[in-house]
Structure formats: C-alpha cells, structure tokens
Nanobody, 124 residues
Framework: QVQLVESGGGLVQAGGSLRLSCAAS????????MGWFRQAPGKEREFVAG???????YYAASVKGQFTISRGNAKNTVYLQMDSLKPEDTAVYYC??????????????????WGQGTQVTVSS
C-alpha cells in the first residue's frame, strides 16, 4: 500500500522559510515523478513544483526562484524548501506521486497517489 506523508508545515511570518518533507512508503520511487501542489481556501489545487527521476526540477512561475524541490539520497523522501514566504503562499500543501516516467505534469489528474496535506500559514 502506497502512503505519502507530508510534514513541516506551520505558521510563519512573511519573509520566513519553511521546509516541507514528504516520506513515501510502499512505493518504488523510480522512475516516478514527485510533485508538490497547494490549495488555498476557495481556490483550485495548483501545481507548485515537480522532480523527475533524474532530479530534473520544474516549478510554477509563481514560485520559481523562491521554492526549491529536492529528493533525499535514498529517493524515498522529497522536500520543498520555501523561502521568502508571502501571505499568498498560505495553503494546504500536498505531495503527490505520478507513476509515469518523464517530466512532471502540472495536471492534478495525472498523479496517482496523494498525501493528506500539511497546512502552511504565512502571516503578514
């Protein structure tokens, strides 16, 4: 059984940083794509960042240069380093896995497994 568990969310002031983690079990990471999505209140869930099996990284325009996605050495953990956080980054952040190889998709429907989400709140 595949399980993705996010951690690292919390409350931070604007300009601060958080590092989210996603630990996977029951899933062979290669050549899976891993992605981070977020959903703010009243909005659709949106792609934030993705990483392919060769550690190629992809970002939404809104977070490029601000967020960094990476994998752990064993490739069963994925991180999202979030810097210079803004109130508009407030959302529930979800980790997701896509069994298709290749570049990360920005489409939510392409991902096969999801974590339960972790809340990130940025105060002004």
């Amino acid at each position: 059984q595949v399980q993705l568990v996010e951690s690292g969310g919390g409350l931070v002031q604007a300009g601060g940083s958080l590092r989210l983690s996603c630990a996977a079990s029951g899933l062979t990471f290669g050549p899976y794509v891993m992605g981070w999505f977020r959903q703010a209140p009243g909005k659709e869930r949106e792609f934030v960042a993705g990483i392919d099996w060769n550690d190629g990284t992809y970002y939404a325009a809104s977070v490029k240069g601000q967020f960094t996605i990476s994998r752990g050495n064993a490739k069963n953990t994925v991180y999202l380093q979030m810097d210079s956080l803004k109130p508009e980054d407030t959302a529930v952040y979800y980790c997701a896995a896509d069994r298709r190889p290749g570049a990360p998709s920005v489409r939510r429907s392409d991902y096969d497994y999801w974590g339960q989400g972790t809340q990130v709140t940025v105060s002004s």
